[in-house]
């Protein structure tokens, strides 16, 4: 089909049927589906919520003629069979976060205001799946028979702990190239490695201490905003500072606060690690015994150089560029100093190395090191057909000439043998005040938005059809 006579056809598609798609995606916004676990049950291992949402949505592929199976509740799909048993994968999931608070609209149904949809699930992942869902039906609609089976999966675990793509990896093949709409554009065709780990130091007793207590940061994949400790001091002999504040704890003891400024561990100078500015603080004012210290003066090489290069561990490469690494929670436990890190790293270094490198420098103070977490670099090479196939579609709907880029981040694409995260977020454009983020309170999309992402998937479909996918 003539690139002018494809898009006009997509063109026909969307104004016939963009009401029915939004209600599609309100189908399943109205649907609270986040993990509870103590209410899982058989055909159900995440709860009731993602079981659902799950059923909706093979449901609507059924209704739209695809062939449709529910596997134990874990994870579904529905297949549009080609000529040969070799997939094309697509891959959204249909559980969500929690709903929270702060929310101005409904967040389980879906609010439309000056052309954005609100509501849980709208941008993550429920309106981008539907996107992708009726770029299959489009297809399908044209009467063609693709070289190729497209599967169409979906997720109902991906918000805490991808449980459901272990299932699938247990019992099915995966397909020969996947992306998930469930990212940013224009692709991103590559993961850098996740290594978390935890420091421990040497036990300290409480009467060899100055620190009392230390406690910061909420999240081990996040710079943390606030920490704070107490100490055997005066308060009124410890200055303020334009980021610590101290109060009286009781007699002998003050509370030194801090105000740092939160960011994602991939993104960490974006942020300011309140651990950090502790940690300067009790070095720089002598509030610390002799073992105390040493801990601290080895926590400082990793909080205050979050390119690795104080825990000899800096490095970087072509796809990904530098390593980063944070110190993201900290607690003080039995006697012991218990700070997490979180580093994403590229492709010149393993997690063994990092292992051995910052185990080393623990040894030499006398506490443990334990490795919590390890993922692999994923890649794709940005060259690699697959990825031009998604690039060169994106940049046929939009007019642009954007270019493909690697993150920290992790999605559903690792988790296959080849794969690509794919939209439909856009960073640079700027959404109205009152729209939420993904996760957030008043979470919401622009129509425009996904009515584009559409076009894209569907130019996209036609063009990977025409690859060597074997």
Request: glycine share 12%; proline share 6%.
């Amino acid at each position: 089909m003539e690139h002018a006579e494809l898009t006009k056809k997509i063109d026909a598609y969307l104004e016939e049927n963009w009401d029915a798609m939004v209600g599609d995606i309100t189908t399943l916004v109205r649907i609270p589906s986040f993990e509870e676990l103590d209410k899982k049950a058989e055909g159900a291992p995440f709860g009731p919520g993602p079981k659902a949402a799950l059923t909706a949505a093979l449901d609507l592929a059924d209704s739209m003629g695809f062939t449709t199976h529910d596997a134990e509740g874990y994870i579904g799909f529905a297949d549009f069979p080609g000529k040969s048993e070799t997939q094309l994968g697509i891959i959204g999931h249909m559980d969500v976060v929690p709903a929270g608070p702060g929310w101005t609209y409904q967040p389980y149904e879906v609010t439309r205001k000056d052309g954005y949809l609100m509501g849980r699930g709208t941008l993550d992942d429920k309106g981008p799946s539907v996107m992708a869902l009726h770029a299959m039906k489009f297809w399908k609609d044209q009467g063609v028979e693709f070289p190729y089976t497209i599967r169409f999966l979906f997720g109902a675990n991906e918000e805490s702990g991808m449980a459901d793509v272990a299932y699938y990896h247990e019992h099915y093949e995966d397909p020969a190239f996947l992306f998930t709409p469930d990212a940013e554009f224009p692709v991103c065709y590559g993961e850098k490695g996740g290594f978390d780990g935890t420091i421990t130091s040497k036990p300290i007793e409480e009467c060899a201490r100055v620190i009392v207590e230390f406690e910061g940061g909420a999240a081990t994949n996040a710079v943390p905003g606030i920490a704070h400790a107490v100490v055997k001091a005066e308060a009124k002999e410890l200055p303020n500072t334009d980021r610590i504040t101290v109060t009286e704890a009781g007699p002998g003891l003050a509370r030194l606060e801090a105000a740092g400024k939160g960011a994602h561990a991939s993104t960490p100078d974006e942020g300011i690690n309140a651990i950090g500015l502790l940690v300067d603080y009790l070095l720089e004012q002598g509030l610390c015994g002799a073992d105390e210290r040493a801990f601290l003066e080895l926590d400082q090489k990793l909080l205050n150089h979050t390119d690795g290069g104080g825990v000899g561990i800096k490095t970087e490469d072509e796809y990904f560029g530098p390593l980063t690494v944070i110190g993201g929670t900290i607690a003080l436990k039995d006697n012991c100093f218990v700070q997490t890190l979180d580093s994403r790293f590229p492709t010149s270094i393993t997690g063994d190395d990092i292992m051995e490198r910052v185990g080393s420098l623990v040894g030499e103070v006398g506490g443990t090191f334990e490795n919590t977490l390890l993922m692999v670099p994923f890649l794709v090479k940005p060259d690699s057909p697959v990825i031009q196939a998604l690039l060169n579609a994106y940049n046929e709907a939009t007019g642009e000439d954007a270019k493909p880029f690697t993150m920290g981040g992790g999605t559903y694409a690792r988790e296959f043998k080849s794969g690509a995260s794919f939209g439909p977020e856009k960073p640079w454009v700027k959404n109205p005040e009152w729209v939420g983020m993904m996760h957030g309170p008043d979470e919401g999309v622009s129509e425009d938005l996904l009515k584009q992402s559409f076009k894209i998937y569907a130019l996209t479909l036609d063009k990977l059809m025409q690859l060597d996918l074997k």
